[in-house]
């Protein structure tokens, strides 16, 4: 498909988006003298703003690529990630899970697993959440360059690549977490206003909801239930609802919006433990719309493109035909915008784990707040170099057919430990019972059974095996198995082990502490 390419308005209309946005970012840490305003913005955060920018981080370029290709491949129950996988796990976590992390002091989720469990839970716990949050940059430059690429109409994705790394990277390096959240105020607004004008006109252009079904019915058995919500579980469908219901709704979601370090360090940042509560309630609200604006143009683009050879290629199909000189530079710049906020929270989390965790832990643990602020920004410029080859390394699976969809691979590489990670979370609050040895062992079991059943699966033929799950790309039930597996490890191991000692919980209802490496 060739793009339309961009018109002088669109130009304007970005230039101006990028450096209003990257001047305030600049404007807000450029005085960052300690850690502690680099990663947790001194605990200033209004909800308001935590609120979109929780919705802005979590829906970036990566979403709005791979859910309107799923929505294009399997349909509108891929809705379901936001509707099931967001807002009820949002509402459970604001009034259980944020209250007892703001009031303690933590830095990180790992650093809550050493003072619940073990220094070994969190240096696993935090080698995980540092391998995902990498890869996914990666997955996230290589989505927004394979957009950019299609409504520019030029360049390779490998100098978007780097252009695009370049150019978030420099904003990262100088934000924190403040610049990050408030950036990321504007950031919602214009991806939801850019998004919103592509449904609008998408659904104008085939005479609204009717003419969008009449389309998707004259397409015959292809498009039968592409509006359905609910699908059944003997479909050819990632999204069926045993899936969504017990791997997804269950498992994936509350592991997401309780233990992503990425997710939670913006209520770390709240000004009280109320407005850490009222964030994650604001942005369950704001998620009711997402599914909309995002999920919707995919069903769009399979009436007005039904022969399109890539899914993830619907969303900048749809745009680059669709909207006119000017609109399509709004909509870029809604792109831009989806694409750096999610960039920049999974770096500035990326630097939090890494100096936290690690550096504070084990290497210095006497770093003052500006030693601590000197090694999270260079901690930025490594992990977005290590960024650019993994997106090179997605590119090449994507053109050698190794790798069936964008979210497809992001969801997978969740699946791994995840589940695993949200066995031992619940444990570590509900069950005094819990200690660190049962919650080492589960974790590490049952992040070894997602990934066997992962490896069985995708190249059963090698074993000689039948598939074990009749669906593509079966991430919600990896999360499941090894959610159950985890349990039972950490409840067996937890009766036949010594007891940890009772402070390892007594501090779950204490005020808030000074955290400390």
């Not at 919707?296 to 493109?305: L, M, Q, S, Y």
């Not at 530079?329 to 809604?334: D, I, K, R, S």
């Amino acid at each position: 498909m060739n793009a339309t390419g961009l018109g002088t308005l669109d130009f304007i209309v970005v230039a101006v988006y990028l450096l209003g946005t990257i001047a305030l970012g600049l404007a807000i840490g450029w005085k960052f003298e300690s850690g502690r305003d680099f990663f947790l913005a001194g605990r200033s955060l209004p909800w308001w703003a935590i609120g979109m920018s929780l919705v802005a981080s979590d829906i970036g370029g990566t979403d709005i690529i791979g859910v309107g290709g799923a929505a294009y491949s399997f349909g509108l129950s891929v809705a379901n990630f936001e509707w099931i996988g967001c807002v009820p796990a949002m509402i459970v976590a604001a009034f259980i899970f944020v209250p007892v992390f703001w009031r303690t002091g933590i830095y990180t989720i790992p650093e809550f697993m050493e003072r619940r469990f073990n220094a070994g839970m969190r240096v696993v716990l935090a080698l995980c959440w540092l391998i995902f949050m990498a890869c996914n940059l990666g997955i996230m430059l290589f989505a927004s360059a394979k957009m950019l690429a299609v409504m520019i109409g030029g360049g390779s994705l490998a100098l978007w690549i780097v252009v695009t790394a370049l150019f978030v990277g420099v904003y990262t390096f100088f934000g924190g977490l403040k610049a990050v959240v408030y950036t990321d105020v504007i950031q919602c607004a214009v991806m939801i206003a850019g998004c919103l004008l592509v449904l609008f006109l998408g659904l104008r252009d085939l005479g609204g909801w009717d003419g969008l079904h009449q389309s998707l019915d004259a397409l015959g058995e292809r498009t039968d239930h592409h509006t359905d919500l609910l699908v059944p579980a003997d479909r050819d469908s990632p999204f069926v609802w045993p899936a969504i219901l017990f791997g997804l709704a269950m498992v994936l979601s509350p592991a997401y919006w309780i233990g992503n370090q990425a997710i939670v360090q913006r209520s770390l940042g709240a000004k009280s433990q109320f407005q850490a509560q009222a964030s994650y309630v604001w942005g369950a609200l704001l998620k009711i719309l997402i599914p909309v604006i995002i999920a919707v143009p995919g069903i769009i683009a399979v009436a007005k493109f039904p022969d399109l050879a890539d899914g993830d290629q619907a969303f900048p199909t749809l745009v680059s035909e669709l909207l006119p000189t000017g609109l399509r530079g709004v909509f870029l710049a809604a792109f831009i915008a989806a694409l750096m906020s999610s960039v920049d929270s999974y770096l500035n989390a990326s630097a939090t784990v890494v100096t936290n965790d690690f550096y504070l832990r084990y290497l210095n643990r006497n770093a003052d707040d500006h030693r601590q602020l000197v090694v999270g920004r260079w901690v930025t410029v490594i992990l977005m170099i290590w960024a650019i080859f993994f997106a090179f390394v997605v590119q090449w699976m994507d053109e050698s057919g190794k790798a069936s969809g964008i979210y497809a691979i992001f969801q997978t590489l969740m699946a791994f430990f995840q589940g695993p990670a949200l066995a031992v979370i619940l444990c570590g609050f509900l069950w005094k019972r819990a200690n660190g040895i049962g919650a080492l062992t589960g974790f590490l079991c049952g992040v070894a059974l997602s990934v066997s059943l992962f490896v069985l699966d995708r190249w059963h033929e090698s074993f000689g095996l039948e598939p074990l799950f009749q669906v593509p790309e079966p991430f919600l039930y990896f999360s499941v198995w090894a959610f159950l597996g985890a349990l039972a490890v950490i409840v067996v191991v937890s009766l036949i082990t010594r007891p940890d000692s009772p402070e390892k919980t007594a501090f779950l209802k204490g005020e808030t502490t000074s955290s400390s490496p």
